[in-house]
RNA sequence: GCGAUCGUAGCUCAGUUGGUUAGAGCGCCGGUUUGUGGUACCGGAGGUCGGGGGUUCGAGACCCCUCGAUCGCCCCA
């Protein structure tokens, strides 16, 4: 460590190798939140600090000891967003946007708690998050879980289902509660010592406790099908049904709960199936996706009653599934520029403008001995090197060398992008054919693709996608 | 907030019961090769051993403090 730098804060990652895999899970939810008609909205990344701590009420481990809190320098509390719910709560109220609603909208970014770094826990980390705002109807419900379900799927993750619970309205809670209190109240002496705590603090979280002892008693315990109204039930119906028809597979998770007093109705994880590769990268007890219903926010924020939903998901957490599925794009390299000479870099840059501009990708490898520029472009896994020297500049002309086949032609620089292309073909043959993917017969394409196919880069390079 | 383990070259690590100028592999730069990828061989650069204090004739090693990392617990919006 160099003795004079300064150290990240701790909490923090620098993103190197996973940053593809980042962008990959960034984009996929950016194009599937498109299909669902989800509105991109953009987010402070601070707020008065009562923006987060007043829906949360008196718990006093979250708001004390998990916020990351400062003052500015007029003495105002403010607080580095640890979700983005509660922040968009308050711009939903701040800004009229009742007038939206129903509202489904579409952020991500980074988020900030202040705790103690371990596996899967940093203090900035990133989610990518969506909510239906003003909408009662459990079709919300079911279209914000459709979508969460593409997202994954389109990531090409596997091996994880959707956990769904119904925490019930506010009366079906309230009797739950009271049940669960009654029942663990005369096990108190087989309870754990921290959950004869969250007995007093908070019951519903006893129910994902990790002792042992208190899992054997929580299979027993009362569960809220036996508390739910008539139309806490039949809402809940509606939901199932309608994923069903949507052909979302789900599973009961009947203890599945969410502990603080706004969530109502429909709560929801999508976790790793055991023994699934989900599992084996993150712990079967990961959640990879989690969200619900939270009705009783915008009360806490001063607003009118507005019913919402909505879900978050880790980035790093999903780019970790994504790494393992092989599915994020490798970036490769079309053609690498070799100037020979100070004298060739014009040529190289000039061509290098050209071929950019035909959607391929280029690099110019100017430094270093020649041997090198071209061990690098090899390294850098270039499809084609284009060779620039003395000779190549009198005549005109550039080399280019297929670096899988070996051979070189001299030619102009203006036949430099179809041999690109060309070597982009036999690319992705070579791939497909490494994946064991039926490979179409290819000589029936030319024949097939419209006279200016290749005219327009953009058709070219969204086709070899 | 509590607990455990760990910090040696850019990276992965070795370093004996405390003992002379702290090593290896990979990577980087150069040479054998004046305009061509690989391999091999040869050479080079790169460390106040996380930081501070202490014990000792002598500390990378032992003790204390501190910072950081990893993994648990609490918490999890």
Do not use: C
Not at 267 to 272: N, V
Not at 430 to 451: H, K, Y
């Amino acid at each position: 460590m160099a003795k004079n730098t300064p150290q990240a804060i701790r909490g923090t990652q620098d993103i190197f190798e996973e940053a593809e895999a980042f962008s990959f899970v960034v984009d996929t939810f950016e194009r599937v939140r498109k299909l669902y008609r989800f509105r991109r909205i953009e987010m402070p990344v601070f707020e008065r600090t009562e923006v987060f701590s007043r829906p949360l009420g008196e718990t006093t481990d979250v708001v004390s000891k998990e916020m990351y809190s400062f003052e500015d320098r007029g003495g105002e509390s403010l607080t580095l967003r640890p979700e983005f719910t509660a922040g968009i709560a308050r711009a939903y109220l701040t800004n009229g946007w009742q007038q939206h609603a129903p509202l489904k909208v579409a952020t991500h970014g980074p988020l900030f708690r202040y705790e103690r770094p371990q596996k899967g826990r940093f203090r900035q980390f990133h989610q990518i998050n969506a909510e239906i705002l003003g909408a009662a109807d459990p079709q919300a419900d079911v279209e914000l879980l459709a979508m969460a379900d593409q997202v994954l799927r389109e990531l090409g993750i596997e091996g994880v289902t959707l956990n769904l619970n119904t925490l019930g309205d506010p009366e079906s809670r309230e009797a739950w509660r009271a049940a669960l209190v009654e029942y663990f109240e005369a096990h108190r002496g087989d309870l754990s010592e921290d959950s004869v705590t969250r007995l007093e603090q908070n019951p519903l979280r006893i129910l994902d406790s990790k002792d042992r002892g208190d899992m054997a008693l929580v299979k027993d315990a009362p569960t809220i099908d036996d508390y739910l109204t008539d139309e806490a039930s039949s809402f809940f119906d509606s939901v199932t049904s309608g994923l069903d028809a949507a052909g979302v597979s789900w599973r009961r998770a009947p203890r599945l709960v969410r502990g603080f007093d706004y969530y109502r109705h429909t709560a929801f994880e999508f976790i790793p199936d055991e023994g699934s590769t989900a599992a084996d990268a993150l712990g079967s007890q990961s959640t990879v996706l989690g969200g619900g219903r939270y009705d009783g926010l915008m009360e806490t924020l001063g607003g009118a009653h507005t019913p919402s939903v909505g879900w978050a998901a880790g980035i790093e957490r999903l780019a970790m599934l994504v790494t393992a599925s092989g599915k994020v794009s490798d970036n490769h390299l079309d053609a690498a520029i070799i100037p020979m000479t100070d004298a060739a870099l014009a040529a190289a840059l000039d061509l290098a403008r050209d071929l950019r501009g035909q959607w391929q990708t280029v690099e110019i490898f100017g430094t270093g001995k020649i041997k090198r520029r071209m061990a690098r472009a090899d390294e850098a896994g270039a499809l084609v090197a284009v060779l620039i020297g003395e000779d190549e500049l009198s005549s005109g002309e550039v080399t280019v060398k297929d670096l899988h086949e070996g051979e070189q032609v001299r030619t102009a620089p203006s036949d430099v992008g179809d041999i690109v292309a060309k070597a982009q073909n036999a690319y992705y043959m070579r791939s497909w054919r490494e994946q064991g993917i039926d490979i179409p017969d290819m000589d029936a394409w030319p024949d097939d693709l419209p006279d200016d196919f290749f005219a327009n880069p953009e058709d070219r390079h969204r086709d070899f996608e």
